[in-house]
């Protein structure tokens, strides 16, 4: 018949030193449980060698408790009549309970944990898959020690154990080999919880949690068939009864406990619970969306504000657009006024300046005199009163007879028979007017009045000339005063000088002519005083050929 064969030995001696195969098991699987547990724990944010420090003390708690759970769960095996309690210390010989070696472990990793300052949820969670691998090579060290075997089998891989060893049946050839199932139980377990913590993305603990859920199942069914002394409770086996509660808080455990897995910041002793983490972040959210809603409101509202200021501010400057605008027509307007009405007040001063000039021929006379008045400019004239004084004073020359013309006098001491340079000087007289202001309708009427040389009481051709000339004037001095007046510019003072010495020389002329009967000098003075302009050169010429020759 077909079977696994057991080992001939458990133990090789290194000279004083055993080497137990047991011990082997276990330590190898520490190791491999160190080593796993550390990729992960590391995968997950930890920080090196953290699981090693871990596992210290993990490892020292196991051993006790799982020794501590099967001398309790077994104590007639080392406490009674005929048995030695020292055997109980004897670890290297077999039994630790795996409960045990969890539960104490578990409290030695929570102690190691708080003095490497991290959390035990997550660092169990990375050591579970470890510890199931632990678990299962360890189990090859019952093999070594032909112990923990099943009930006896005829299957092919059935377990040949030596007679005489505890829990053998006389005549049974092989065994279940349970440790040999529940190593492969283990290793499935391990596959499960890594592949399912990868998936899902475990945390929080709820790996280890599937870990012992998935363990006691097996462990359960395993226990039926192992046939070694043991307590039972109701006609099951202790262990069973034990994987039956601790599957059921596990269980509760992976239901009850929630959230994602711990981030790498979350791995430390004092790091805030992600609930917290996510109560202070939606408070930062909500205290940040309340701010932004203020200042959108306070936005709104200034915006509100901002716009009637701003169709104000609009409205006004159309407004004063509209009033710059009106104001330049206005200014238009009123200058185009301003120009025709000085350009209507220039002719019609034109027309007065040449009435005047009709109606008062001895302005002419006085502006000559104030010309040739020494040391002053021809621009401004004697008062009166000095030229009437001064006329006065001078010795009057011997009037030619009326039916005899003369000559009229010389101008600036030049004789009558130099026309040509009296022409020229009277030119430069009116010319120095002009320059001094001097209105240039009058300057030019002036000498079409004057020019024509009279004679006292000679009925000459000039007269009949004067006669039509004064009956325009007259005419449109009428129409003048007939028509409304609008203001004129006023006269500026030098004209107001001359007109008022113009005046008083008039005045002055006609007492002495009246006095004296010498109406024809005043009529050759005034002759001389009024140069003809450049244009009246050939008639002046002419009129003093005339008086010359007659």
Not at 70 to 79: A, G, I, K, R, S
Not at 87 to 110: C, D, F, Q, T
Not at 167 to 186: K, M, N
């Amino acid at each position: 018949m077909a079977y696994i064969p057991s080992p001939s030995q458990g133990v090789w001696h290194l000279g004083p030193l055993p080497l137990r195969a047991y011990a082997l098991c276990i330590i190898a699987g520490i190791v491999v449980a160190v080593w796993l547990g550390e990729r992960r724990y590391v995968a997950r944010g930890g920080q090196p060698g953290q699981v090693m420090d871990v596992a210290v003390w993990a490892v020292i708690f196991g051993l006790i408790g799982g020794r501590l759970y099967h001398v309790l769960t077994d104590p007639e095996l080392y406490f009674g009549s005929g048995k030695d309690p020292v055997e109980a210390l004897k670890v290297w010989k077999g039994g630790l309970g795996i409960w045990g070696a969890i539960s104490l472990g578990a409290l030695g990793a929570w102690i190691g944990c708080r003095r490497a300052g991290i959390k035990l949820a997550p660092y169990a969670d990375a050591v579970a898959p470890g510890i199931v691998l632990a678990q299962a090579i360890g189990r090859w060290g019952n093999y070594f020690n032909q112990e923990l075997f099943g009930k006896p089998t005829t299957l092919t891989w059935g377990l040949k154990i030596d007679p005489g060893r505890d829990g053998t049946v006389p005549g049974a050839a092989a065994y279940h080999p349970t440790f040999l199932y529940e190593s492969l139980w283990d290793v499935g377990v391990a596959i499960l919880v890594i592949y399912a913590d990868r998936i899902f993305k475990l945390g929080r603990g709820r790996a280890f949690a599937l870990y012992v859920m998935a363990y006691t199942v097996g462990r359960f069914w395993i226990e039926a068939l192992r046939v070694d002394h043991a307590n039972k409770i109701a006609g099951l086996r202790l262990n069973n009864w034990t994987s039956i509660i601790i599957f059921l808080g596990a269980l509760a455990f992976f239901l009850l406990r929630r959230g994602p897995r711990e981030t790498p910041e979350e791995l430390a002793l004092h790091a805030e619970p992600p609930e917290a983490e996510d109560a202070e972040g939606k408070a930062e959210d909500a205290e940040a969306e309340d701010a932004e809603a203020e200042e959108e409101t306070e936005e709104a509202d200034r915006a509100g504000d901002a716009e009637p200021a701003k169709a104000a501010t609009a409205k006004a400057d159309a407004d004063a657009d509209a009033a710059d605008k009106a104001s330049a027509d206005e200014a238009s307007d009123a200058e185009a006024e301003q120009d025709a009405e000085e350009t209507k007040a220039a002719d019609e001063a034109e027309v007065a300046g040449a009435a005047r000039a009709a109606e008062e021929p001895s302005e002419p006379k006085a502006a000559v005199e104030s010309a040739e008045e020494p040391g002053t400019s021809p621009a401004t004239p004697l008062p009166a009163t000095r030229r009437a004084a001064r006329k006065k004073a001078a010795p009057r020359k011997a009037t030619p007879a009326a039916s005899e013309p003369t000559a009229p006098e010389p101008v600036g001491g030049m004789a009558a028979d130099e026309p040509e340079a009296a022409g020229l000087v009277a030119a430069g007289l009116v010319a120095a007017g002009l320059a001094d202001g001097a209105e240039p309708a009058e300057a030019a009427e002036t000498p079409k009045a004057a020019a024509q040389p009279e004679a006292a009481g000679e009925p000459s051709e000039p007269e009949a000339a004067e006669e039509p000339a004064t009956a325009s004037a007259t005419r449109r001095t009428a129409r003048k005063k007939a028509a409304p007046r609008k203001a004129t510019p006023a006269a500026s003072e030098p004209e107001r000088v001359d007109r008022a010495t113009a005046e008083a020389a008039a005045a002055d002329d006609s007492s002495d002519a009246a006095g004296s009967g010498e109406s024809a000098g005043s009529a050759d003075d005034t002759a001389m005083a009024s140069p003809p302009p450049r244009r009246g050169l050939g008639r002046f010429r002419r009129g003093a050929g005339a008086s010359g020759s007659g």
